[in-house]
Nanobody, 120 residues
Framework: QVQLVESGGGLVQAGGSLRLSCAAS????MGWFRQAPGKERIFVAG????????DYTDSVKGRFTVSKDNATNTLYLQMNNLKPEDTAVYYC?????????????????WGQGTQVTVSS
């Protein structure tokens, strides 16, 4: 059974940085999503385990970096220059496909989520 465990969320001031981690029990195409209160869960970034092809939503390009450590099966999301609108619960997710998808419905397993709060 696949398990995803996120960590690294917290409270940070605008302009600050956080790094999220997701321990995955295997090597798959992975994605980061976020969900703000009262809003839908949306795609943030993703990476293929084979080849390391990445994709980002436009609002985080140049600020966030998704990466992976093949040795430890760990997914990361480095978030720099954080803005108040980045405040949300962040989830890592796994899909059984060879390409990154921005649709939550294409992902089979999800972590429990970690809260990121950016104060102005």
């Amino acid at each position: 059974q696949v398990q995803l465990v996120e960590s690294g969320g917290g409270l940070v001031q605008a302009g600050g940085s956080l790094r999220l981690s997701c321990a995955a029990s295997g090597r798959y195409t992975m994605g980061w999503f976020r969900q703000a209160p009262g809003k839908e869960r949306i795609f943030v970034a993703g990476i293929t385990w084979i080849g390391g092809t990445t994709d980002y939503t436009d609002s985080v390009k140049g600020r966030f970096t998704v990466s992976k450590d093949n040795a430890t099966n760990t997914l990361y999301l480095q978030m720099n220059n954080l803005k108040p609108e980045d405040t949300a619960v962040y989830y890592c997710a796994l899909r059984f496909g060879h390409s990154v998808s921005s649709s939550p419905r294409d992902y089979t397993y999800w972590g429990q989520g970690t809260q990121v709060t950016v104060s102005s």
